[in-house]
């Protein structure tokens, strides 16, 4: 059962545009979530998150949304750079109880020069 | 810092072998997580470490296998006996507490293993 879903095996975009990276989630239970960047033979590292009391948070060209009654969130980049491809994880975890987070399958994410 | 240390980077071996994955942590860190990457099931929590003590191993398959953490600064996934379907990237990660403001995880370069 996949709690935290990426629809989107891939996405490509041209580069000084707005890439939007989806994720759904199904456990209502869940109160934060993060993003994580993965480029290849390396591990992922961590890009934004959002906590559930909140429906955006920015940082710098990243910005991630939260719709809390769709329980979907997003990950918007603009403008979109060459160096942004790679796979993007998004994760969904609890501010209390276990520790664990809970990841998407990733969406690679392709910018085109 | 040197961030976290994971070997052998690639492993191959065939089935029915014992194959052991090694993690050192941040030095500081206070828990440990594994996890395997595969296509079908993305970035999945085998098991995670507070202060060496495993806290939740619900994520690990099955009996084969077994993870320790004998030391703040070394644990290890092992396999045994590895089967085919347990080929996919390892990765190790590790945390400074559970404080969400920036606590976040930090995870090693992964280890690919291939059973053949």
């Known amino acids: 059962d996949q709690q935290v879903k990426q629809n989107s095996p891939s996405l490509s975009v041209q580069e000084g545009r707005i890439s939007i990276l989806n994720c759904d989630y199904t456990?209502?239970?869940?109160?934060?979530f993060l993003w994580y960047k993965k480029y290849p033979a390396e591990g992922p590292t961590f890009l934004i998150s959002?906590?559930?009391?909140?429906d955006k948070n920015e940082d710098g060209r990243f910005t991630v949304f939260l719709n809390k009654s769709a329980k979907h969130l997003s990950l918007h980049i603009v403008p979109s750079q060459p160096g942004d491809s790679a796979v993007y994880f998004c994760?969904?975890?609890?501010?209390?109880?276990?520790?664990?987070?809970?990841f998407g399958t990733g969406t690679r994410l392709k910018v085109l020069a | 810092d040197a961030g976290v240390i994971q070997s052998p980077r690639h492993e191959v071996t065939e089935m029915g072998q014992e194959v052991t994955l090694r993690c050192k942590p941040i030095?500081?860190?206070?828990?440990l997580f594994w996890y395997r990457q595969t296509m079908m099931r993305g970035l999945e929590l085998l098991i995670y470490?507070?202060?060496?003590?495993?806290?939740?191993d619900s994520g690990m398959p099955e009996d084969r296998f077994s993870a320790k953490m004998p030391n703040a600064s070394f644990s290890t996934l092992k396999i045994q006996p590895s089967e085919p379907r347990d080929s996919a990237v390892y990765f190790c990660?590790?945390?400074?507490?559970?404080?969400?403001?920036?606590?976040?995880?930090?995870f090693g370069p992964g280890t690919r293993l291939t059973v053949l």
């Open positions: 959002i906590s559930s009391i909140k």
């Open positions: 456990n209502s239970m869940f109160d934060y």
């Open positions: 470490f507070n202060n060496n003590v495993p806290i939740d």
């Open positions: 994760a969904a975890t609890f501010t209390s109880g276990t520790y664990k987070y809970i």
């Open positions: 990660a590790s945390s400074l507490g559970r404080d969400y403001a920036g606590n976040e995880q930090f």
């Open positions: 030095s500081g860190h206070d828990y």
